[in-house]
């Protein structure tokens, strides 16, 4: 069975970069299939060579063709690079988004080029979680690069990017000011800003905006995010854009201890994704029911309270 | 200070119906500022009175229309109705569900309705969480009714309906496909089912299709969901869907198991919620490090691995 998380040949295949190994076990976590963290352990460990970069943005600010863009301009370059595309919503309003993955089709018979989307249905321990475990999985097979796309339209979305080493945060000129409201928020985790669709009007007034909120807010352990005008339609401005993803990289490698830093972070919100979804599974699927059939009773008369009956819930070593 | 969670008299002013105080209460649940759990177990407590119905939907499936008939119309028969509009997305998306608020705008006069929405930002613990705490806030003030709507894009807004105790799931004629495909999670849910813009073609070959689904799926410990047709705007089908909503109230009175099974899955996604958000607080916020500098040499090492460092981390007591 291809993707059989228990086949004792699914950790050297996904290591030489079987696709085809990979895609089903992705789709595995995906669905919320139980996949053995001692697999996912194994190939974490194995992999930490994938250089990745994660882009969001609203709807609109144009991600997937800043993406198409960089994809061609990495492949000239002779890099091979994995598309991890995160989209929060089921596919009752999914269509948006899977349209936009028809930009990046061209790339599709591409074998330097692996793109793969993600939404959130079934999965237990939510997107995030998810999105973790396939990062593991796609690091493990040896990319150069895995771009992580997610719509930035939830702190939940906003914080899978946290998996990248660098952050890239898309806006355009028309962003207005409920944009603005949320960047506060934001900007603590963008590396580097562009302002797409450059062509439009108050490009300029936008990009001095973001350097004004960048400059009232503290540097990130000595990197300073930069604030780059793309054209990702004609493709002005990628390059440039490119050096900068490059001078970050860089900046990381010869600075432990931001590296460090955004480590710990990172770590600190993907342990606590992968607790809570153990949790979940202790609360929801476990053959003994968390509650009793007296606490039930007393819930309904309104003697106990699910805060109460929260805190007597035995968490045992097995969580 | 209006809403200081501490302030002694705060639990009477909640009991006796304080608007303000609600209002402030609910903001600092949505802003995710730590609210005593002392406080929150003493309204759950307190309340049990409120008829709580859910309502959810794709975007544009009249979910806020069906609302706002159904407001004027349990206004005319004397009732008192808080509105629980729980908006998973963060200001940037926000604009066309703040839009689809207007049309409940007309109420916003009257003092027999008390409309709030809520979204994400800030919430720990997600967004689940903080609208179970916001329910027993407006639960404890003694409302007859307390609609919850959510727009029904993911998994975690179809499970937030779970609080109710009638959930009512709204679309189309012209809902496509896509969603029907989702509806074999979202039926297991609903309990009523309502075909909105009924003027539409193709509104009977609907509720003709979601009759068929209904029927194929095992009804829920003795209720047989229906299929209802309603034209939000002249308001044809509201007395019908009001029928129906009693109907459903008088078969949980009557039918204790069910009422009880119902419980259990709502209580357990509560205690879910709460238990992640105590994890989140523990993870993210606690003043000891989840993990030490040692480990975090390791982790950069790929000598260990998050999925361990998960399992290691210790929960107190406390937790």
Redesign the interface.
Known sequence: VPGNPDAPDLIPAILRGDLRQAAKLITRIERGDSVP?DL??SL?????KSQVIGITG??GSGKSTVIDQLLTSYRRAGKRIAVLAVD????????AILGDRVRMQRHATDKGVFIRSMS????LG?LAKAT?DALTVLDAMGWDMVLIETV?????EIDIVRYASTVLLAETPSSGD??Q??KA?VSEIGDIFIVNKADQAGADRRVQGISAMLHNAPGKSGWFPSVHKVDSISGNGIENLMSCIDAHAKFLMTHTQA??ER??QS??????W???E???RR??RAPQ???SEAE?DA??A?????????EN?T?GHD?
């Open positions: 963290s996912l352990r974490y460990r194995a992999g930490g609203a709807p929060p919503s089921s596919p009752i309003s999914g269509g959130s249905r079934g999965a939510g973790g930035g339209v939830g702190q939940n409920a944009v409201s949320v928020g590296r460090k480590l710990l770590v600190k919100h993907q342990m606590l992968i607790m809570q153990r949790l979940a609360v929801l029911p968390v509650i039930l819930l309904l309104r003697r106990t309270d699910p805060y109460e009956l929260a819930v968490v969580f």
